[in-house]
């Protein structure tokens, strides 16, 4: 397995959703929100996270394997939940707690499933 692989593509793809942090921010401004700064804060967390993945390992150039693959998805999903909860697990306005934000941002079921299961 090459780790410093999956650390390089995890930096970049970690660096690329921090940046989807910016359209909230705009739609913020626009509309006079009041979560601007968080949106920025988080969106800066993750590129600086991203970077700081990415940077020492920027120069290696190898062959991704099937094992890397499964790897970087499974680490980038679970990352994502996190960092896609990560604005409304520190808006005061949520009234969810941690755990609650964590379990909605990582749901994977949509409502239409869950009614036919009930």
Same mark, same amino acid.
């Not at 921010?25 to 006079?32: A, F, Q």
């Given at each position: 397995?090459?780790?410093?692989l999956?650390q390089?593509?995890? $930096?970049?793809?970690? +660096? &690329?959703? /921090?940046?989807?942090?910016?359209? =909230? @921010?705009?739609?913020?401004?626009?509309?006079?929100?009041?979560?601007a700064?968080?949106?920025l804060?988080? $969106?800066?967390?993750? +590129? &600086?996270? /991203?970077?700081?993945l990415?940077? =020492? @390992?920027r120069?290696?150039n190898?062959?991704?394997?099937?094992?890397?693959?499964?790897?970087?998805v499974?680490l980038?999903?679970?990352l994502?939940?996190?960092?896609?909860?990560?604005?409304?697990?520190?808006?005061?306005?949520?009234?969810?707690?941690?755990?609650d934000?964590?379990?909605?941002?990582?749901?994977?079921?949509?409502?239409?499933?869950?009614?036919?299961?009930?």
């Amino acid at each position: 397995m090459h780790l410093s692989l999956v650390q390089r593509i995890l $930096g970049l793809v970690i +660096v &690329a959703f /921090g940046l989807t942090m910016l359209p =909230p @921010v705009v739609v913020d401004v626009v509309y006079g929100g009041t979560t601007a700064g968080l949106f920025l804060m988080v $969106g800066a967390a993750l +590129v &600086a996270m /991203g970077t700081a993945l990415w940077l =020492p @390992v920027r120069r290696v150039n190898r062959d991704l394997r099937l094992r890397d693959g499964f790897l970087i998805v499974a680490l980038f999903w679970a990352l994502l939940g996190l960092g896609g909860a990560l604005p409304f697990f520190f808006s005061a306005s949520t009234p969810l707690s941690g755990y609650d934000i964590i379990d909605r941002e990582t749901e994977t079921e949509t409502k239409t499933e869950t009614e036919s299961i009930v």
